[in-house]
Each structure stands twice: as C-alpha cells, then as structure tokens.
C-alpha cells in the first residue's frame, strides 16, 4: 500500500517536471516588458495599410498551432532539402508574414534572444481579434520556436469538406472538444475564401442534388455569380460573413439561414451534436466571445514544447 502511493507519488512528481513547458501571463514582464505593445503596434500598422491582415494571422495562428503545435512552423521557410509548411498546399491565404517579421525585428532591438516567434503569432492573433471589435484575453506566454516545418503535413489540417464526425476528430486530436470546434469555427467570422474551397457545393453536388441541399437557395446564385464556370480569375471567392471586417457572432446567424460558405462550417448547424452550439452563439455574442477567448487560450497551449529554441529570424532556425 505504501509502496503503491509512493510509486504514485514518483509518477506524480516526474509528470509536472517533463510535462510541457508551463506558460505565463507575466512570462515577459522582466525580460521585455514592452513586448505585447511593440506587437500591438506592428499589427496596428499593418492593418491600417492591408485591412485582410486580421484575417490572415488569424488563421495563421490556427494552422500554426494545428500543424505540430504552436511552435512557429509555419513561419519557417524552404530550404532546397526541405519544402515547409509554408509552401504546402493549403497555403492559398496564409499570407502576412511581414507583420510578424516586422515585429520580431522591433523586438529583437527592445530585449534581443528573448520572446519567441510562437509567441508573437499568439499574441497578434488575439490582438487582430481585439481590434476587430472581438474580446480581449490574456496570452500566456513562453513558447518556444520548433526546428522542423513540413509542407507535407498541412494534409492533417481539416478540410472544408469535412462532416462534424471528421471534425470532431480533427480538434480531437489537439485536445479541442466540441465547444471548442464550434467556438473556434467562428473565426471565420473575419476573412475571405477563394471559391476552389467551396465551388463544389454549387454545382453538380451529389448525384441527387445540383446544389448542396443544405444551402440556402439564393445565397447559391449568388455565390454561382461570384464563382462562374469555368471561372479564369484565380482572385475569385467570397467573404465568410457578411460583416467579414468585424468580429462578431454574425458567422452563427447566417448557418441558421444555410449562408456558412463551406460544408464544414454549414454542417455544424445541421448535426445535432453542433447544432444547440451554434443556436446558442447566434442567440449570445457575448457567450460566443467568452468561449472564443477561452478555446483560443486552450488552442495556444497544444503541443507547446521545451526543447525549442527562440528563433532570432523568424523564417529560418538558428
Ligand atoms: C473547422 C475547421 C476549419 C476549416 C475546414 C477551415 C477552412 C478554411 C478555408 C478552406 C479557408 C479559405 C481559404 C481560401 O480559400 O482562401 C479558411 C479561411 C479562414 N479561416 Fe478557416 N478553417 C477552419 C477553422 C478555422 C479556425 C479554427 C480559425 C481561427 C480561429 C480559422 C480562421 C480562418 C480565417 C480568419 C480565414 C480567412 C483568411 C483570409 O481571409 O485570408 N479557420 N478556412
Ligand atoms: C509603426 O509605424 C510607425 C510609423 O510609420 C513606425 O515609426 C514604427 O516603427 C512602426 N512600428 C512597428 C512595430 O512596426
Ligand atoms: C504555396 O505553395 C506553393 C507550392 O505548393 C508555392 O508555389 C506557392 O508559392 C505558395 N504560396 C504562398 C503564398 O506561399
Ligand atoms: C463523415 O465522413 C466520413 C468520411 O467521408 C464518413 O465515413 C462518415 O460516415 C461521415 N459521417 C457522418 C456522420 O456523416
Ligand atoms: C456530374 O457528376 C457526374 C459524376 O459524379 C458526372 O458523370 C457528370 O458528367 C457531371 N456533370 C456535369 C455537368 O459536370
């Protein structure tokens, strides 16, 4: 018995000391206190000049954080033995980069060697939601950046075709629950998709139905218009709210009117699992941005590692 609960004890103690590195609101208050407000900045002047910047690291964060955890992977770039993330297939948006490169540079001069790539795209993905009238939250910060990036694995990232099954599964894996898949997929409250992502809902769908039946019908025409066949502009596409600049539960509101621009995000109003999710956000904006600002925390902490290195150059390892 004894022996039992020491050898608990042991496992108990050897697991808070290998488990991942424990992050810190107040992580950078010594070292760079000004952190949070050089990226604050870097973030405010690029979305003055490009108002798609919210929208593109925002999404960055969420394929950084999906893809090997949130460990900067993303912003690595190929080298001739190694394609990256980057340039894997579904890279079509995640554009942006300068912005973050912009404020590495700002803080490589304030505290050199000291806040992490990782940590700058988390806490420019919370401040694009801020600034876009979403809620604020505290970032905890520490991150380390990763050495490895390959565009291969942008594959286990889900797709827009994906049913709430396939979904669960995907956030599954990172730890994310329901609620959280729900939540999260209100980021695309912000943004804008190109119409290969979703143009086989509009025509010849299944072999029953021309249009997917889940869709509004008028919606379908004119996401037809937006996308013709064959289309010749490559630019082509449709915003994924009808308020694609402001961060707001408007997302949710158009799922129950069958206007979600991809399958996956229609699906999750039309699967009983998601569906009460989804009814309850468009009800409540402010329980939407509660559970946003606590899935984005829970989002950030997947697949955090120690044994990285704070990267002096975001796209390439020390
Ligand atoms: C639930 C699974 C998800 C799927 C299948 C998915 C898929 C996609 C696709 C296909 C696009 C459009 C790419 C293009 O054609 O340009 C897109 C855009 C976007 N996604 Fe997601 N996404 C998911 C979850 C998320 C999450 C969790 C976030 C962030 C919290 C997010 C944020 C965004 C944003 C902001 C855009 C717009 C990007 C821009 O305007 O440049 N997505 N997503
Ligand atoms: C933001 O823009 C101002 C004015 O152009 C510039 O002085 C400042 O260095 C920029 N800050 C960052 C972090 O890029
Ligand atoms: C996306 O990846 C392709 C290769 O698959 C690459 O040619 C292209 O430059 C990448 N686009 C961006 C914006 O990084
Ligand atoms: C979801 O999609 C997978 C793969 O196409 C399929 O096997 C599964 O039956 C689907 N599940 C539901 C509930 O539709
Ligand atoms: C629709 O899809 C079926 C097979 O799924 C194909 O045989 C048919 O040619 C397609 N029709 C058009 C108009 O593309």
Redesign the pocket.
């Given at each position: 018995m004894a022996l039992k609960l020491f050898s608990v004890m042991i496992f108990l103690v050897l697991n808070v000391s290998f488990s991942k590195a424990a992050l810190d609101v107040h992580y950078y208050d010594r070292t760079c206190p000004n952190a949070e407000k050089i990226i604050l900045e870097a973030v405010r002047n690029a979305s003055m000049h490009d108002p798609?910047v919210?929208?593109?690291i925002?999404?960055m964060?969420?394929h950084d954080c999906?893809i090997r955890g949130c460990d900067a992977s993303i912003l690595l770039d190929s080298t001739p033995q190694n394609q990256a993330e980057k340039d894997g297939p579904?890279n079509?948006?995640?554009?942006a980069f300068y912005v973050i490169d912009d404020a590495k540079a700002k803080l490589e001069q304030a505290c050199p060697r000291t806040v992490s790539c990782a940590d700058i795209i988390t806490i420019a993905?919370r401040d694009v939601v801020t600034m876009s009238g979403g809620p604020f939250w505290n970032v905890l910060k520490g991150r380390k950046d990763g050495r490895i990036s390959r565009a291969s694995e942008t594959i286990t990232?889900?797709?827009?075709?994906?049913n709430v099954s396939q979904?669960i599964q995907?956030?599954g894996k990172r730890g994310l629950g329901v609620k959280d898949?729900v939540a999260?997929?209100?980021?695309?409250t912000?943004?804008?998709?190109?119409?290969?992502?979703?143009q086989a809902r509009l025509r010849n769908f299944s072999s029953v139905h021309d249009i997917d039946p889940r869709m509004n019908i008028e919606f379908a025409q004119t996401l037809r218009q937006k996308c013709p066949k064959p289309n010749k502009d490559r630019n082509a596409?449709q915003f994924?709210d009808s308020t694609?600049s402001t961060f707001d539960n408007n997302y949710f509101k158009q799922l129950l009117a069958g206007k979600g621009v991809?399958g996956?995000?229609q699906a999750l109003f039309n699967d009983y699992r998601t569906k009460w999710i989804v009814e309850s956000f468009a009800r409540d904006q402010s329980s939407f941005f509660r559970e946003?600002a606590a899935s984005?925390v829970k989002?950030g902490n997947f697949g955090v590692i120690e044994n990285g290195e704070v990267r002096l150059n975001c796209g390439v390892v020390n």
């Open positions: 798609k919210s929208a593109r925002l999404r964060f969420f999906f579904p079509i948006s995640v554009r993905a990232l889900p797709a827009p075709t994906f979904l995907s956030f898949l999260l997929s209100g980021g695309h912000l943004g804008f998709s190109h119409c290969s992502s979703f596409g994924l694609a991809f996956s995000d946003f984005m989002l």
